[in-house]
């Protein structure tokens, strides 16, 4: 079955350090969703990316589509101790029945 | 509000004794779905369903079942819990068709069994 990989499971960085998780799918995606899950707290949807090669901004968060549509990332910039969590991409297989597979998530931890 | 609601949050159960985990979402969502969460593991996804009476297993989907029989309804069942199912469940739902399908979760519910 469709499998989706996140790299790396953790994360610890400076306050200020800029950070990136890496999803990669086994099967070629129709669209990716990010969500973000605080420590105690649900996952809460961020964002989705549908096009190939695709790129979207949220303030210092910035989130790609590959070209093969097989993979996608998550890259904050100059993080804050706001950006703790857990961050999970979501993908549903191009060829799939709407399954929505959720990554392995990565941890971010902000040292102050 | 547009929200999922799950109960309980927390349960505290012993092996074997029957449980229903509830879902509701008015949202009108076709999609609805099960995840557990484990450390090192992520979401794992136990059971979804497209539309009413229409369910299908996910990645983890033994010791358990669900059902449909309302758009806004998907209970999780476990019949004979074991230790190995403790963990922190969420349920979600979604619309399947439009230009956004993004999930909706509820609170959680961390189940404990001894």
């Known amino acids: 079955g469709q499998q989706v990989m996140q790299i790396p499971q953790y994360q610890h960085v400076q306050e200020g350090e800029d950070f990136t998780t890496y999803c990669n799918s086994s099967t070629t995606l129709s669209n990716i969703q990010w969500y973000k899950q605080r420590p105690g707290g649900h996952p809460v949807f961020l964002i989705q990316l549908v096009k190939s090669g695709e790129v979207k901004k949220q303030k210092r968060l910035t989130f790609q589509f590959g070209e093969a549509k097989k993979n996608s990332s998550l890259h904050i910039t100059a993080t804050q101790t706001t950006d703790v969590g857990t961050y999970f991409c979501?993908?549903?297989?191009?060829?799939?029945?709407?399954?929505?597979?959720f990554g392995t998530g990565t941890r971010l931890t902000i040292i102050p | 509000e547009a929200q999922v609601t799950q109960n309980p949050r927390y349960l505290i159960t012993v092996t074997g004794k029957k449980l229903t985990v509830t879902c509701s979402q008015n949202?009108?969502?076709?999609?609805m779905s099960w995840y557990r969460q484990d450390p090192g593991l992520g979401l794992r996804q136990i059971y979804y369903s497209m539309n009413v009476e229409v369910t299908d297993k996910g990645d983890v989907p033994e010791g358990y079942k669900v059902s449909r029989k309302e758009k806004r309804n998907f209970p999780l069942i476990l019949e004979s819990p074991s230790p190995n199912q403790t963990s922190l469940y969420f349920c979600?739902?979604?619309?399947?068709?439009?230009?956004?399908?993004?999930?909706?979760f509820g609170q959680g519910t961390r189940l404990t069994v001894v």
């Open positions: 949202m009108n969502h076709e999609y």
């Open positions: 979501a993908g549903r297989s191009f060829f799939g029945n709407e399954k929505l597979t």
């Open positions: 979600a739902s979604s619309f399947l068709l439009g230009a956004l399908t993004e999930a909706f």
